[in-house]
């Protein structure tokens, strides 16, 4: 079952597939940095106290804030 979530949302080891954004400012900073719509997203891990959020895509790592991360739609 495909379903459409946040990458805030995510779980460790969890992958998505980049299927839009609900910012449309941020989307392009988003997709500088290698977000692209069909980009496979892997969930790594959350910092201790819940925020930034480290995501691997595009070939590396990128960290991002929660409210970042959740203007980023996947499906999984």
Excluded: W
């Excluded at 609900?22 to 997203?41: F, I, Q, R, W, Y």
């Excluded at 106290?49 to 499906?75: H, K, M, N, Q, W």
Aim: aromatic share 6%; hydrophobic share 40%; net charge negative.
């Amino acid at each position: 079952m495909t379903r459409l979530k946040n990458v805030s949302q995510m779980k460790p080891g969890e992958v998505g597939i980049v299927a839009g954004f609900t910012d449309d400012h941020l989307s392009v900073k988003l997709m500088e940095m290698g977000c692209l719509p069909g980009a496979s997203v892997r969930f790594n891990f959350t910092a201790p106290f819940g925020d930034p959020v480290c995501i691997s895509v595009s070939g590396y790592e990128l960290s991002l804030r929660l409210d970042e991360a959740a203007t980023i739609s996947i499906l999984n």
